[in-house]
């Protein structure tokens, strides 16, 4: 392999790894090997290289996000640097943007009491959750 041939390209856990998508390779490889992330529309191995112009799906959080790979980093450096070498689309940041709210809404409409249940009436929930009266 050249010189040209070795920064031309990455292998896609070591990239995500170094642009802060997954705090270790490890936790990379196990997301690609899970189907959570999608290389140019196809499900791809941890070895597989990316190259500049390269179209990433990354399924984070139950969200799916689309990027366009910009560059190709050195080394793991500070989140400034490596969110100068992926894009998000704007159609996925929309997306994105649309569920957050839908999720904050849910959350917000969801009844909760003002207080933790004491003892007696956690006794009550888990009979009311075993079916029992």
């Known amino acids: 392999m050249t010189i040209d041939e070795k ?65 190709l980093p050195r080394r793991r450096g500070p989140a400034a640097e490596a969110q100068s070498q992926y894009l998000e689309t704007p159609v996925s940041a929309k997306r994105r943007v649309k569920l957050r709210e839908q999720q904050r809404l849910a959350q917000v409409s969801r009844p909760r009491p003002d207080t933790r249940p004491d003892k007696r009436d956690r ?3 888990m009979r009311l959750q075993r079916g029992q009266t």
């Open 7 to 71: 920064t031309d390209n990455h292998r896609i856990d070591k990239w995500l790894w170094h642009t802060r998508f997954f705090k270790t390779r490890s936790l990379a490889t196990a997301a690609i090997n899970g189907g959570k992330v999608h290389l140019n529309a196809e499900r791809v191995k941890p070895a597989h290289r990316v190259r500049v112009g390269d179209r990433l799906s990354l399924s984070l959080q139950g969200i799916v996000a689309e990027f366009e790979v910009l560059g």
């Open 123 to 125: 006794r009550r929930l």
